[in-house]
Each structure stands twice: as C-alpha cells, then as structure tokens.
C-alpha cells in the first residue's frame, strides 16, 4: 500500500479530514458526538482554526489517518483547559498540543500503522521544528501512551491520570522536540538536509 502524507492546505482536504474525524469517533466516543449534535457527519471543534492539520492518503485519495498540531491559540490548549496539571514551566511561544491522533481501524496492524506512523512523524517533526515548539502537549489514555512509546514517541506525564471531559481517563502529558529528534535520527536528519537546503 502506497500512503500519500500531507500538511492539508486545500479545503475539499479538510472536509475530509473532519468527515473522518467524525468516522473514527464514532466507533469509540460516540456519547462525545451525541453530545455535540453535529448537523453534518463532520466533526469539528474551536481549536481547529488555530491548527495545523495534516493527513494520510491512500491509494484512492481517501484519509486513512490524520492528526493535528494546535498553536499560538489564543484560547489555550485542549489540554489546559481540561485537565489539572502545573504548566507554569512552559514558554507559551515555544508550545503546541497534538491531538486527534486516529488511524483508520482497517489499516491498524503492526506493519501497516508502522509506515503511517513513520511518515507521519516526518511531517510532524518537521512542522514542530519550522513553528519552534519546543514541547508540545497531549492528553493520552495509558495505553495510547504505550503504544506511541512503540512508535518511538515517547510523551512525558506531567500530572495524575484524570477524568478528560468527554474521553474518559487520561494523562496530561508533553512530548519535547528535542528528544523526538534523538529518538528518531532519521528523521532529524532529513529536517537538517531540508532546512540546510533554505
């Protein structure tokens, strides 16, 4: 399977990327969607215009993941401002959030997440490097935790584990740039050729 990964810039992109949003969240929140009474099967949320969104093509021009890095909001981050945690010891000009991390269930094996995830982290740590987040937040169930730790992602707690508003129990937690990069040298690598480049 050939992936196609992608900063979305173009709004018929977008669209998609919400309609898949919606899709994903229907299998495991599907009380958030009720709760939200969406008049289309789109979902969307007040962070979203100050993100920058990013999707997985497949062979069919169809999303099969997507993700989001929130930043410069001036509304605060998802994290913040739903769960309890010290965050005096981040420079808000050096902070981001990351968040609807989904994969399409019909793509979530080992081998096949594995490429996704690669490409994905390429993007990412790409966009964190060119903004200048140094860390950036997540709100991760434990066992999301672990599996991202898998994927060479390894995120920080940074306070007890807690009931997120409409998604249950999890974990305010940072991931730094810094040691994204020396996790994955490769990717690093490639950002210094590219920026090397400019």
């Not at 009474?37 to 999707?55: I, Q």
């Not at 001036?74 to 010891?89: A, C, L, W």
């Not at 790409?126 to 599996?147: I, P, V």
């Not at 409409?166 to 690598?189: C, K, M, V, W």
Request: charged share 30%; net charge negative; aromatic share 14%.
């Amino acid at each position: 399977m050939k992936f196609t990964f992608l900063e979305v810039k173009e709004s018929d992109i977008l669209e998609k990327v919400f309609a898949f949003r919606y899709k994903i969240l229907l299998e495991i929140y599907p009380q958030y969607l009720k709760k939200c009474n969406f008049s289309d099967t789109k979902e969307h949320d007040e962070y979203d215009k100050y993100s920058v969104h990013f999707a997985v093509l497949d062979e069919n021009d169809e999303v099969s993941a997507a993700v989001r890095i929130i930043h410069n909001s001036p509304i605060g981050y998802p994290t913040e401002n739903n769960m309890k945690f010290d965050n005096s010891m981040f420079e808000r000009d050096k902070l981001g959030e990351m968040s609807r991390i989904f994969v399409d269930a019909k793509y979530r094996n080992i081998k096949t997440t594995k490429s996704i995830m690669q490409g994905l982290k390429q993007i990412i740590y790409n966009k964190m490097k060119e903004l200048g987040l140094e860390y950036t937040y997540g709100s991760q169930e434990a066992s999301f935790l672990r599996l991202l730790k898998m994927y060479k992602m390894n995120y920080h707690t940074i306070g007890e584990e807690q009931t997120c508003k409409d998604f249950g129990l999890r974990y305010p937690s940072i991931i730094y740039t810094e040691e994204f990069g020396e996790d994955n040298p490769d990717i690093a690598q490639l950002w210094k050729k590219e920026y090397e480049k400019k």
